[in-house]
C-alpha cells in the first residue's frame, strides 16, 4: 500500500510545521502549503533530512480564493507522483489580529474572516469531491475555543472559527458517506507564536503534543476534539454562562 | 522570563523572543539589544554563561531545521537550535553519528559551538569546532554573516568557544562521522588508584576510539583517585550489534530534599558503583545513546540536587602536572567531604581553533558538588591547583571563577577581545558570565 500524503494547508505555523514532521516520521508524503516560501523550503529540507520522505512544498494563498481551484489539481498530481496513496488534509491557518486592530480597522475584521473562514471553506469544498472520489482519507481542521462563544476579546476570528465549526458538522456528514473523516481540533493555550509572550496562560501544550494528538484523532476518526482534553470542560462551563451575566464579563 | 544554567545556581530574569524563522531571528537581533542580548539554547551549560540577567535572549530551540544533508560525506548545514538527540535520531540508523559530543544529547549545535565541547574521544577527534566547515552568524548589528576558517578567520576563532559573545548562531555546517553500527563495545575495567587510573588513560588515549574515567570522589588515602575506566569502539556491522533500544526515560518529578544526597548516601553510590564492574573487568556491547548520555535516561536529573542546586567543576592541566594537579585537588575534595558524586577524568589532545577554547593536552576532571555552606572555597581552591599547574577551567559548566584567574587561564582573552571591539563596539552581545569575568575588559583598555 503507497504512503499516504497529508496536504498541510498554513505549514509555517507552529502546530502545523510539528504537524508535518510528526505525519513524516510515521512514513506519511508530505505537501506544505503556504504563503512563506522561504521558510517552508527550509521546512521541507528539515522534513525530508530527517525522515526521508517526499516533501514538497506549494504556494498557498487562503484570501487569493480563485487561485484555489488550481492550486487542488496540483496538490492532487504532485500526491500522484508521490505514488498515488490516499490525500489527507491538515488545515491549520488563520488570522487572528488582536481585536483592537480590528476596531480600528474595519478592513481587518473582512480579512479575517476571509482568511479564517472564507478561505477555508473555498478550499476545502474544492478539495471535498476529490477525497469522496478516493473513497477513504482524513480531514483534520484546526478549529479554536474562540469559536466557542463569542468573547469581547476576540469575537470577529471567533464567529470566523464558530462558522468554520459549522461548515466542518455539514462536511463531515457528507464525506462520512464516502468512508472520509473529518475532525475538528480545538487547540486550547499551545505554545506557539500566537500565545508566545500572552500573560495569564496556564498549563500550556506543547505544538508537539498537540500535532501527536491530532494524528491520533484522524486515526480513530475522531469528530470533534478539545486539546488538551480538558478543555472541554472549561469551554463547557463557557458556554452555559447566561448571556446576561455573560456580556459583563471581560473574558 | 527566568532562566537558569542546569547547575540551577545561576538564575537570570529576562526578556526574552523566540524567533521561530530565520529571518525573524535576525530582525529581532537587530531591534532588541537595550541592555545586551544573548542567544539561549536548551540551557545545558552548568553556570551562568547562557544568562544575560536584565537584558534580552534569543531563545534558539524554535530555530531547529536542519538545512541540507550530503550522505556521501556526511556534511550537514543544521539550524543552531538543533539538538545531539535530533542528530541521532535522524542519522543513527543511516550510519552517522555526531562528529563528537558532550555528555547530554539535549545540547544544541549552537551551544556545542559557543563552548567548543569536547567527548571521550578529544584525543583523536578533537572538540567540536574543529569539525564545522563554516557557520552563518548574526553580528549585534543585525548583519547576518558567513564565516570559516577561510573567511573571517578571526571572527570564527572568536565564535568557536567564545560563550555566545560574537552574536547569534543561525546555522553550522559540519561534518558526521561514518560508522559501521548505532552500538559501541565497552570494556570496563577497575582502576585502584589515582596512579593506575593515569597510566591505563595514557595508554587509551594511544589505543582506544573512546575512553573516559569515572572516579570515587569519596575515596581517600590508598584508594585515592580509584575508580572505573571505560574505552569504547563502535562496533562492527552487525558483530554483536544491540536493538538501540527504546527512548523510554525516567524522569525526576520534583526537586528532592537537600538531605537525600549526603556524605553517606554519596559514599555507598560511590562504593556500588566501583563494585558493580567486576574485579577482572568486563566487555559489554551498548547502544550508542547508553554510552554517550547515561544520565538523559532520567530527565531532569538536576532536580536530585535539590533547590538549591548544585555546581560542576571541570579543569584541564597539562600533561607535564597532571598527576600532581590531580592528586591535589582529589585530596582537596576528599578533605573537603563535600559530597562529590562520581567525578570525570578524561584526556584531551590538544588546543581547539577559538580564543576561549577550553581544551589543552593534559588530563580533565569534571565533579558536582551539591551547593553547600563552603563549597565556593572548595571551587576556588580547585581553580587555584588548576591554574598553578598551567591548566584552565571549562567556562561551560562555570559559575564562580574570578576575572584574574580567567584572565591568566586564557591566553588568547587580548585577541578574543580585540575581534568583540571591531564588531560589537556598543557591547550589544553581553551575559552574566561576560560581566563576572570582565570578558570584554574595561571600556577604553587594550589588551
Known amino acids: 500500500?503507497?504512503?499516504?500524503?497529508?496536504?498541510?494547508?498554513?505549514?509555517?505555523?507552529?502546530?502545523?510545521?510539528?504537524?508535518?514532521?510528526?505525519?513524516?516520521?510515521?512514513?506519511?508524503?508530505?505537501?506544505?502549503?503556504?504563503?512563506?516560501?522561504?521558510?517552508?523550503?527550509?521546512?521541507?529540507?528539515?522534513?525530508?533530512?530527517?525522515?526521508?520522505?517526499?516533501?514538497?512544498?506549494?504556494?498557498?494563498?487562503a484570501e487569493a480564493v480563485d487561485s484555489h481551484d488550481a492550486f487542488v489539481t496540483h496538490c492532487a498530481g504532485l500526491a500522484?507522483?508521490?505514488?498515488?496513496?490516499?490525500?489527507?488534509?491538515?488545515?491549520?491557518?488563520?488570522l487572528m489580529p488582536d481585536q483592537a486592530t480590528i476596531d480600528r480597522d474595519p478592513d481587518q475584521a473582512q480579512r479575517t474572516i476571509q482568511a479564517t473562514y472564507a478561505g477555508a471553506v473555498s478550499v476545502l469544498h474544492r478539495l471535498a469531491p476529490r477525497m469522496e472520489a478516493q473513497g477513504k482519507g482524513h480531514v483534520v481542521?484546526?478549529?479554536?475555543?474562540?469559536?466557542?462563544?463569542?468573547?469581547?476579546?476576540?469575537?470577529?476570528?471567533?464567529?470566523?472559527?464558530?462558522?468554520?465549526?459549522?461548515?466542518?458538522?455539514?462536511?463531515?456528514?457528507?464525506?462520512?458517506?464516502?468512508?472520509?473523516?473529518?475532525?475538528?481540533?480545538?487547540?486550547?493555550?499551545?505554545?506557539?507564536?500566537?500565545?508566545?509572550?500572552?500573560?495569564?496562560?496556564?498549563?500550556?501544550?506543547?505544538?508537539?503534543?498537540?500535532?501527536?494528538?491530532?494524528?491520533?484523532?484522524?486515526?480513530?476518526?475522531?469528530?470533534?476534539?478539545?486539546?488538551?482534553?480538558?478543555?472541554?470542560?472549561?469551554?463547557?462551563?463557557?458556554r452555559n454562562i447566561p448571556e446576561p451575566i455573560f456580556k459583563r464579563l471581560s473574558i | 522570563m527566568t532562566l537558569t544554567?542546569?547547575?540551577?545556581?545561576?538564575?537570570?530574569?529576562?526578556?526574552?523572543?523566540?524567533?521561530?524563522?530565520?529571518?525573524?531571528?535576525?530582525?529581532?537581533m537587530g531591534t532588541r539589544h537595550d541592555n545586551g542580548i544573548l542567544a539561549y539554547g536548551k540551557g545545558r551549560s552548568y553556570g551562568d554563561a547562557p544568562l544575560n540577567g536584565g537584558g534580552h535572549t534569543l531563545l534558539t530551540e524554535r530555530l531547529n531545521r536542519m538545512v541540507s544533508f550530503d550522505p556521501s560525506d556526511g556534511t550537514l548545514v543544521c539550524e543552531a537550535g538543533v539538538t545531539f538527540d535530533d542528530l541521532l535520531d535522524a542519522f543513527l540508523a543511516r550510519g552517522f553519528l555526531p562528529p563528537t559530543s558532550p555528555g547530554t544529547a539535549f545540547a544544541t549545535i549552537g551551544g556545542a559551538v559557543a563552548n567548543d565541547i569536547h567527548g571521550k574521544n578529544h584525543d583523536r577527534a578533537g572538540s567540536f569546532g574543529d569539525h564545522v566547515l563554516w557557520l552563518d552568524l548574526i553580528l549585534p548589528s543585525g548583519e547576518l554573516v558567513r564565516v570559516s576558517p577561510e573567511e573571517r578567520p578571526e571572527l570564527f576563532?572568536?565564535?568557536?568557544?567564545?560563550?555566545?559573545?560574537?552574536?547569534v548562531i543561525l546555522n553550522v555546517c559540519f561534518r558526521l562521522r561514518k560508522v559501521a553500527s548505532a552500538s559501541v563495545v565497552v570494556r570496563e575495567r577497575r582502576m585502584p588508584d589515582l596512579d593506575a587510573f593515569m597510566a591505563g588513560l595514557a595508554e587509551a588515549r594511544e589505543t582506544a576510539g573512546y575512553s573516559v574515567g569515572w572516579i570515587d570522589g569519596m575515596a581517600r588515602g590508598g584508594e585515592l583517585g580509584r575508580g572505573i575506566l571505560e574505552t569504547a569502539e563502535t562496533a562492527d556491522a552487525g558483530a554483536g550489534a544491540v536493538p538501540a533500544g527504546a527512548k523510554k526515560a525516567r524522569a525526576v518529578p520534583v526537586d528532592l530534599p537537600g538531605f537525600v544526597l549526603n556524605p553517606l548516601s554519596i559514599n555507598l553510590f560511590n562504593q556500588a558503583y566501583y563494585r558493580r564492574v567486576p574485579a577482572e573487568g568486563r566487555t559489554r556491547t551498548l547502544p550508542v545513546r547508553q554510552f554517550f548520555y547515561p544520565l538523559d535516561a532520567i530527565h531532569h536529573w538536576n532536580r536530585i540536587y535539590g533547590k538549591r542546586g548544585f555546581y560542576q567543576f571541570q579543569s584541564v592541566i597539562p600533561d607535564a602536572g597532571a598527576a600532581q594537579g590531580m592528586r591535589r585537588m582529589l585530596e582537596a575534595i576528599s578533605d573537603a567531604r563535600?559530597?562529590?558524586?562520581?567525578?570525570?577524568?578524561?584526556?584531551?589532545?590538544?588546543?581547539?581553533?577559538?580564543?576561549?577554547?577550553?581544551?589543552?593536552?593534559?588530563?580533565?576532571?569534571?565533579?558536582?558538588?551539591?551547593?553547600?555552606d563552603g563549597v565556593e572555597d572548595l571551587l576556588a581552591r580547585l581553580a587555584a591547583i588548576s591554574l598553578d599547574q598551567g591548566g584552565r577551567v571549562y567556562l561551560a559548566k562555570d559559575a564562580v571563577l574570578d576575572a584574574a584567574s580567567f584572565n591568566r587561564m586564557y591566553p588568547k582573552l587580548g585577541e578574543f577581545r580585540a575581534v568583540l571591539d571591531s564588531i560589537d563596539p556598543e557591547r550589544r552581545m553581553q551575559s552574566d558570565m561576560a560581566r563576572r569575568l570582565n570578558i570584554r575588559g574595561h571600556e577604553g583598555d587594550r589588551a
Not at chain 1, 163 to 170: F, N, P, R, V
Open chain 1, 1 to 61: 500500500m503507497s504512503a499516504a500524503t497529508w496536504l498541510v494547508l498554513g505549514a509555517s505555523s507552529s502546530i502545523a510545521r510539528a504537524f508535518a514532521l510528526e505525519a513524516a516520521g510515521e512514513g506519511a508524503n508530505v505537501l506544505l502549503a503556504g504563503r512563506d516560501r522561504d521558510d517552508l523550503d527550509r521546512s521541507a529540507a528539515d522534513i525530508g533530512i530527517r525522515h526521508n520522505v517526499a516533501v514538497r512544498v506549494v504556494d498557498f494563498d
Open chain 1, 80 to 94: 500522484a507522483e508521490f505514488g498515488g496513496g490516499p490525500l489527507n488534509v491538515f488545515l491549520a491557518f488563520g
Open chain 1, 141 to 238: 481542521v484546526l478549529g479554536s475555543v474562540a469559536g466557542d462563544r463569542g468573547r469581547i476579546k476576540n469575537y470577529v476570528y471567533g464567529s470566523a472559527k464558530a462558522g468554520l465549526h459549522a461548515y466542518l458538522q455539514g462536511l463531515r456528514a457528507r464525506l462520512f458517506r464516502a468512508g472520509v473523516t473529518v475532525t475538528t481540533v480545538k487547540p486550547g493555550f499551545i505554545d506557539t507564536t500566537m500565545t508566545w509572550g500572552m500573560p495569564g496562560l496556564f498549563l500550556v501544550a506543547s505544538p508537539r503534543d498537540c500535532a501527536r494528538a491530532c494524528l491520533r484523532y484522524a486515526a480513530k476518526g475522531a469528530e470533534v476534539r478539545y486539546f488538551p482534553a480538558f478543555w472541554w470542560i472549561i469551554m463547557t462551563i463557557i
Open chain 2, 5 to 28: 544554567g542546569w547547575g540551577r545556581t545561576s538564575r537570570a530574569e529576562v526578556a526574552a523572543c523566540r524567533p521561530e524563522r530565520a529571518p525573524a531571528a535576525v530582525r529581532m
Open chain 2, 157 to 167: 576563532a572568536a565564535t568557536i568557544g567564545g560563550i555566545g559573545l560574537t552574536g
Open chain 2, 338 to 372: 563535600a559530597g562529590s558524586f562520581l567525578a570525570v577524568l578524561k584526556t584531551l589532545g590538544g588546543e581547539g581553533r577559538g580564543h576561549l577554547s577550553f581544551p589543552m593536552r593534559g588530563y580533565t576532571l569534571a565533579l558536582d558538588f551539591p551547593r553547600r
